[in-house]
């Protein structure tokens, strides 16, 4: 679990994991507003999208310019 803060702007941010996965990981990112601001209403109406992942990092774009910050979890399940 972690966060990327953007301040107006679309990316691409890169979140690195904190250790490693064994393979690519299923990765989810929500867009929210700054935790504490009183942001304008909406601000956080973009779509967030995955533009790489590796067993390390995970790069991160929105649609467009935006104040906020994207929530992202990632998760890998031995399905051996």
């Known amino acids: 679990?972690?966060?990327?803060?953007?301040?107006?702007?679309?990316?691409?941010?890169?979140?690195?994991f904190d250790q490693a996965f064994p393979s690519r990981p299923a990765v989810v990112a929500t867009a929210g507003e700054t935790p504490?601001?009183?942001?304008?209403?909406?601000?956080?109406?973009?779509?967030v999208f995955i533009s790489s992942i590796s067993t390390t990092d995970v790069t991160i774009r929105v649609s467009q310019n935006f104040t906020g910050v994207v929530y992202i979890q990632a998760i890998w399940l031995d399905c051996t």
Do not use: H, I, Q, R
């Open 1 to 16: 679990y972690g966060e990327l803060s953007f301040t107006n702007e679309s990316g691409p941010k890169t979140f690195t």
């Open 36 to 47: 504490g601001t009183s942001a304008d209403p909406g601000s956080s109406n973009v779509n």
